[in-house]
């Protein structure tokens, strides 16, 4: 099942019934009050298949494992005893990994809500089992390849599919009690479907359709689902509807409907027993997953696992011998003193770059391949040219786990610097931190005064070339250090700062161009090893604690802490010990510079940018820019914060320039939707501040997203299929759409793996009116399945003033297998702009 692009008029009263007319595709995506969401199914599913997993291994030890497997498990309780029964183990990753998952899950009713089989409507069982089938043999695919990202997303759309099965069709109705393992297995037949004229309904009048499924056809355990059509009220004479007012069929005799999706339903006295067994069926599915790929490779897909990542992207030319062997002492260093610990990296990455080669990307949990490959890197070629260092560093974005720490090594400038923009659209989607070490710098050669005889080369940086490594840096929230190679082991002290477990931003400022400023920040006593990061050209900056003490950054050792100062970086280690409290630290610079301050917490947060509906409680992810111009929606998620209270969420402007302010709506537990009136202009952070609260007192705390956010008055759609097949070229559209500047829109598409793409050059638009375009994608030959590939589809305004993207996954198939493309896309945005009737 192949989904075309449908008109933006259709995509127009699509989103309206979809937001402002009760769902009628699905149990409620994420949010319903008395009733158990897609969401809470997933999550309870997930949480009770990993706690059984981790009894099992704590049983192999002959260790305790005394935590109650319930429907009530929570994600710090489980956390905590895997860690008891397997190694330390993040809640963060935990949490973010089922967030992926049952967003994914969500998503399915945005791309897919006029489709059959997706929600198993029409009787479309064969269909939706094909679709059920599929996407398990795409999850253990991706499990293979250490794809787990790609492998999340995939389970989650599965999910929902299965999960539908059972609020929609009569199963329930007929008296099982226990999940139809047909729907999973394709050696069982599906039998006993109602036939394409087989009557099976009687119309019901009311709220209460109790009895309106006919006699005959539950004496006779036939099988039937709900008929479900938005536009139209025709259906099979004699058919069951699914129901609701969305739900045009459910007019037409036989009126009503058999649904289940809330306890409101007309089926909704039923609501419970539907949701318990697909509850029951997810946790089958994922037994099935785990026996195929083993207990750790289940746990790392769940997020549980030692989540710090060693990630390397290394400049491999002549010159570079010494950066090296740099990265091989530290890296060694890193996994000979962490190993067993719960600091133990749990993935190491490496990816090699020169001019003209890139790659290949090095995954691998093991640290001794790591080693391998990391010692066989040789530093020859190259000359005095520029080198493929973007190239190399998207392959590393692209096959890094979310929110990963990257180092880039190099001393020349990028050859590609054109993929700056696709860079930065990785970097916001993945929200991975990237920090480059720079050893061969003009500017910070003639600001120290050395000697041009002194470890110099044609191949030295000038403060433009350079100044493009330090932007990538500021988006990410990593840092761009500057040092000769002679210091470069006193710089990589940061790789072991930052490539830690349970790391959180408390503050990060960019000043460019720079001013005198005042700065401060809350340290709460869940802080350890905090760090101060201060980047410029000989800043000038003073810190004064809680307490009234003070320390300048001339001071080497002082009452606050210990100074390090190498190239352009000042790293300041505060001295443990009573910490909390409100700091405050003054900067002055003549030229720009960065600060950020960091260190290791339980309490943290997740957030993502969603379109919300209000009236209903749903919302669905957007994996695109927020549109600028309008009301902005955030779901945010507070980790480890069982005792806290969100105070503040603001949208901090990146310039300094100021903030706003959302309104916070708390959803369930530590879950919170906060809306803003708008969207800042330019680059924007992400700042939490609350309340850690317990018997007798309230302490405040803050955190902050490292990573930079951007708004966009330009929107694209993009849906296709998402599996690719050898050899074989792929074609979708794509449309583009803006409400301000007319004119010729450039188009650019990139894979992270060098496929071959074709997409026009440029496209047309006048304000108001939507363009549309075709991409081709073919993964070569040679392309091992179950590969994952990521395709960025940008679309920049007239003069650069403006630039807005959509990914989408793929996964290699050595036959073409139709799957969901959860593409998730700033439609909504588009049909706020266009057809106000619609949503306001």
Partial sequence: MVVDMVSLVVVAVLWGTLFQLPHAAAFKPLTSEGSLTHREITETAILRKTAEVCQDIANAKGRDFTL????KLTVASVQVACT??????SSLSFKLSIAKIYLSNAAVDLVFLLSDAPHVDNEAFSEARDLIIQGVAAVKASMKQENYNSARVRLGALFHTLQDFYSHSNWVELGFTTPLRNMTRSDLPLNNIAGPKTPTCRSCYGENCSGN?????????ILTSGYFNLFSSSKTAGKCSHGTSADRTSRHEPTGGINKDTISSEHGFLHHSAANLAISATMEVLEEIRLAAGNTAFLRLMGLNQTSVLAFVIDTTESMSDDIEEAKRVSFSIIDSRKGTSEEPSEYILVPFNDPDFGPLIRTGNADIFKERISSLLASGGGDTPEMCLSGLLLALAGAPPSSDIFVFTDAAAKDSALKSIIEAMIESTRSTVTFML?????????????ERQNTSSRAMSQPKIQLYRDLAHVSGGQAIEVTKATLPQATKVITDTSTSALVTILQVVRNPAKAENFSFVLDETLSNVTVYVTGDSPVFTLNSPTGMSQSG????????SI???GNLWRLQLISGNQTGKWRISINSTNSYTLKVFGQSSVDFLFTFVEYDGSRGDFIPKDSRPFTGGNATLFLSLMGGDSATVTDVLLVNASGSGAVNGTITAVAGTEYLVTFNRIPEGAFLVQLKGLLNDLSSSTRFQRQSPTQQRGSRITIVAQSQSVLEHGVPFRFNFTVATNITAGSYTIRARTDRGFSV????????????????TVTITAPSNTESGTDVTLTIEAEAPGSTDLNYVTQRFIVSAASTEWYS??????????RCFFPLFID
């Fill in 68 to 71: 109650p497997i319930s429907n």
């Fill in 439 to 451: 050893t061969n710098s003009i500017s910070f050669r003639r600001r120290r005064g050395i000697s």
């Fill in 84 to 89: 008891k029964s397997f190694a330390a183990l």
């Fill in 822 to 831: 959860l593409s998730f896309c700033m439609c909504l945005s588009l049909i």
């Fill in 758 to 773: 074709s997409v026009p050059n440029s496209l047309n638009l006048e304000t108001g009116v939507s363009a549309q375009g």
């Fill in 213 to 221: 499924i006919l006699p005959e056809i539950l004496q006779q355990k």
């Fill in 564 to 566: 390090q100062t190498v």
């Fill in 554 to 561: 001339s001071e080497g050792n002082g009452p606050l802490g």
